[in-house]
C-alpha cells in the first residue's frame, strides 16, 4: 500500500527566503504526483503536476521535481513571500486507474 | 466556472442525528471524490464514483456513512446515526479523467460537528 510522507509537519522563515518542502513515497511505480496547496478553512488547489515521465514542472516562482527511482519530490519556492503561508500538500497516483494518496501536508508561515 | 460546490459549509449536530452532506460538481467533470480530513489522519478518501457509479467504497468507515450520486451534477454524504468521532472536515472533489494530466478540483468543503 502506497504511504506519502512529508517532512517537516511545519516550516517558519521570514519573507524572502528560497525554501524546500519534501515529500517521499515508499513505492516508486508512479503514474503522476501533485502538489496542492490549502488555505485555512479551505478546500485544496492544484498547483502543480508531474507525470511519471517528467522530472519537473514549474509555475512562477514555484518548481516541483520528481525522482521516481528514490521515491522523492521537492518543491521549491523562491523568494517567499506572506502570501504564500499555507499548508502544502503531496498526493500521489498509483495508476491511471487509481485514487490520490496524500501526504498529511507541511504547514508554511512565512513572516513579513 | 462555479467549481465544486459543497453545503452546508458548517453544520453542528448532537450525536444521533442524521447528517447529510452536498455536492455539485463541476459541469463536465465524471469523476466524482469524498474525502475526510482529520488533524490526526489527515485526508482520507471514502468513495468515488465515475459516471455517477460507485467505483471504490472501501473507505467509508462503516455502515452508518452512505453516499449517492443520483445524476452527474448531485451527490450526497448521509451520515446515520452521527457519533462524535465523525468531527472533520468533509470534502468533495471533481475530475475528468485526462490521462497523466487528470487533475482533482476540491469544494471548500463541510466542517461537521458532531457534539
Known amino acids: 500500500k502506497q504511504e506519502v510522507t512529508q517532512i517537516p509537519a511545519a516550516l517558519s522563515v521570514p519573507e524572502g527566503e528560497n525554501l524546500v518542502l519534501n515529500c517521499s513515497f515508499t513505492?516508486?511505480?508512479?503514474?503522476?504526483l501533485q502538489w496542492f496547496r490549502q488555505d485555512p478553512g479551505k478546500g485544496l488547489t492544484s498547483l502543480l503536476l508531474?507525470?511519471?515521465?517528467?522530472r519537473e514542472q514549474t509555475s512562477g516562482r514555484l518548481n516541483a521535481s520528481l525522482d521516481k527511482s528514490s521515491g522523492r519530490s521537492t518543491l521549491y519556492i523562491a523568494a517567499s513571500q506572506p502570501g504564500d503561508s499555507a499548508t502544502y500538500l503531496c498526493?500521489?497516483?498509483?495508476?491511471?486507474?487509481?485514487?490520490?494518496?496524500f501526504g498529511k501536508g507541511t504547514m508554511l508561515l512565512v513572516s513579513p | 466556472d462555479a467549481g465544486v460546490i459543497q453545503s452546508p459549509r458548517h453544520e453542528v449536530t448532537e450525536m444521533g442525528q442524521e447528517v447529510t452532506l452536498r455536492c455539485k460538481p463541476i459541469?463536465?467533470?465524471?469523476?466524482l471524490f469524498w474525502y475526510r480530513q482529520t488533524m490526526m489522519r489527515g485526508l482520507e478518501l471514502l468513495i468515488y464514483?465515475?459516471?455517477?457509479?460507485?467505483?471504490?467504497d472501501s473507505g467509508m468507515p462503516e455502515d452508518r456513512f452512505s453516499a449517492k450520486m443520483p445524476n452527474a451534477s448531485f451527490s450526497t454524504l448521509k451520515i446515520q446515526p452521527s457519533e462524535p468521532r465523525d468531527s472533520a472536515v468533509y470534502f468533495c472533489?471533481?475530475?475528468?479523467?485526462?490521462?497523466?494530466?487528470?487533475?482533482?478540483?476540491f469544494g471548500s468543503g463541510t466542517q461537521l460537528s458532531v457534539l
Open positions: 472533489a471533481s475530475s475528468l479523467p485526462t490521462g497523466p494530466n487528470e487533475k482533482l478540483f
Open positions: 513505492d516508486s511505480a508512479i503514474y503522476n
Open positions: 508531474i507525470q511519471s515521465s517528467q
Open positions: 498526493a500521489v497516483r498509483d495508476s491511471g486507474y487509481s485514487t490520490l494518496t
Open positions: 459541469s463536465g467533470h465524471n469523476s
Open positions: 464514483f465515475n459516471n455517477n457509479v460507485p467505483i471504490d
